[in-house]
């Protein structure tokens, strides 16, 4: 059934055997959480803008693999015109959210497996391209959502895996059998794990020879027997359980991250797609990589438009929007935020066709956008915090403007443009305050840090696709230097 509502696709996650550690409770009964629900109502945006007639071009692509159309966040890109609408697709999300919408990891981990697979099995004579078409045929056909998983927890950085005192601490293949392998291990970081049907687990590194328990993809379901998943928790993320809703900032959406333990996980050779092949795990997760840098040239893009949004409204509010200052802040945030944007664009539309067929964004550019994404937002939210003013960091709470006695004195002097009431104008200064210090940095600014890799990451792929001996022989020719 492909093309899932988000009706169905919430339905459908809550058919699963999941339970998780949520504040020190272990529940089964996660339909419906308070900490959750923004989180799985961000997922099901990414079914709607299928069925909108307004957006359903954007979301929808057509299949090679199952010869129909599916939800553009489980295409395999067949052009760099496809890598282009995917990021236009995440900037749309990005701007309706206001939040991670977290589906993109697996639609970045299914690109980097099928052109990774197709490469190994050339070299290698495995079967594992074979093996994830099926595979992703089918999660194309029930429109799944997948979770992917790269970061192992590391341990003491200064060690390679083997030399870890606890070889779990990269997730590993603890016993080989007939017909598949024993996991062991945990991923940190894991957006959107809750919501997800299943996880595509990738190496975390490049492996070595020697290393080979270690260079292992494959595709478990979120809910098998072994699978524990620990709630990660965001800044202020108990407000969402609050009974007045004006504290959250962002009522309708947010973000997940989870830790997920692998106790002992069987799985099935049809699910496993590099098995010990060292010499592709580091192509394995440069290409996820890439992708996942591209990303961000959409999501945080969509997400910076919201913040530019409530900066502008809240000068508005607060009576400054024609002061020079202002507008020039606000054009900064613009400049800045297009920048990125045009970097998503930049890697996409020179993205180039892979040997297996699907299309891979250009790395340099790709990696120019992640680095700029590490620094733009932050910047961005300095302007919108000295927009916003210091009662960002002061205000008092719903509680007390709802108080009768309180409440008066609060009307009286949190008062500023009569056109906005005063429950309005704390309305903006939360959503602010939640994507600047609250649940929503989380996405923001942390994440624009360290997901996809933190910037020396970046400044090593650029340093490596920036073509500095290519750069030197033109200045040879040109100055006739032999
Ligand atoms: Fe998608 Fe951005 Fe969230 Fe990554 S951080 S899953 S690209 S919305």
């Known amino acids: 059934m492909a093309l899932k509502t988000g009706d169905q696709y919430l339905k459908s996650i809550d058919k699963l055997k999941l339970s998780a550690h949520v504040l020190g409770q ?28 307004a957006t359903s071009d954007m979301f929808r692509a057509e299949s090679h693999l199952c010869k129909d159309q599916v939800n553009r966040f489980t295409h395999l890109h067949q052009s760099a015109d496809d890598l282009v609408k995917k990021v236009k697709m995440q900037r749309y999300c990005g701007a309706q959210t206001g939040c991670c919408f ?4 697996g639609l970045d981990a299914a690109n980097a497996i099928y052109s990774t697979t197709f490469d190994c099995d050339l070299k290698h004579g495995s079967d594992f391209h074979q093996r994830f078409k099926d595979y992703w045929r089918w999660i194309q056909q029930e429109d799944l959502v997948v979770d992917g998983a790269m970061t192992d927890p590391k341990g003491d950085r200064g060690r390679r895996p083997i030399d870890q005192d606890d070889p779990d601490l990269y997730l590993r293949v603890k016993e080989r059998r007939a017909g598949g ?15 997800s049907h299943e996880v595509l687990i990738m190496p975390t590194m490049s492996m070595r020879p020697g290393e080979e328990a270690w260079a292992l993809c494959c595709a478990v379901p979120v809910d098998a027997p072994g699978v524990r998943h620990i709630y ?20 309708l959406f947010g973000g997940q ?3 997920t333990v692998f106790e002992d996980v069987l799985v099935p050779d049809e699910r496993i797609f590099l098995n010990g092949q060292v010499d592709f795990s580091g192509i394995l997760v440069e290409r996820f990589a890439s992708y996942h840098r591209q990303s961000y040239g959409g999501c945080k893009v969509g997400v910076g438009d919201v913040l530019i949004g409530a900066a502008a409204l809240i000068a508005r509010m607060n009576g400054v929007e024609k002061a020079s200052h202002i507008a020039d802040k606000l054009v900064e945030m613009n400049h800045l935020n297009e920048t990125l944007y045009c970097c998503g664009l930049a890697c996409s539309s020179q993205g180039e ?4 067929g699907n299309y891979q964004v250009n790395l340099l550019l790709a990696n120019v956008c992640k680095l700029n994404v590490t620094r733009f937002p932050y910047e961005i939210a300095r302007l919108a915090t000295d927009i916003a003013g210091g009662l960002l960091g002061t205000l008092p709470s719903a509680a007390d403007l709802n108080d009768p006695e309180a409440g008066v004195y609060i009307e009286k002097y949190l008062a500023a443009n009569p056109d906005f009431p ?9 959503l602010i305050e939640n994507l600047v210090a609250g ?19 970046q400044r090593i792929m650029i340093g490596r696709q920036a073509g500095l001996e290519q750069k030197i022989e033109a200045v040879r020719r040109l100055l006739n230097i032999a």
Do not use: W
């Not at 624009?448 to 933190?454: C, D, F, K, R, V």
């Open 232 to 251: 990660g928790r965001q800044a202020s993320d108990t407000r969402k359980l609050e009974r007045d809703l004006l504290d959250v900032g962002n009522t």
């Open 353 to 356: 066709a892979t040997a297996a």
């Open 257 to 259: 991250e989870v830790m």
């Open 439 to 457: 649940a929503g940095a989380v996405g923001y600014l942390i994440e624009s840090m360290h997901g996809a890799g933190p910037p020396a990451a």
């Open 26 to 53: 272990k529940t089964g009964k996660l339909a419906g959480h308070g900490l959750l629900t923004p989180s799985r109502q961000a997922v099901a945006f990414t079914f709607d803008g299928a069925h909108d007639p």
């Open 102 to 105: 977290q589906r993109c990891v």
């Open 422 to 430: 005063v429950r309005e104008r704390m309305k903006v200064f939360r």
């Open 181 to 195: 392998v024993v996991i062991s291990g945990a991923k940190l970081h894991q957006t959107g794990m809750l919501n």
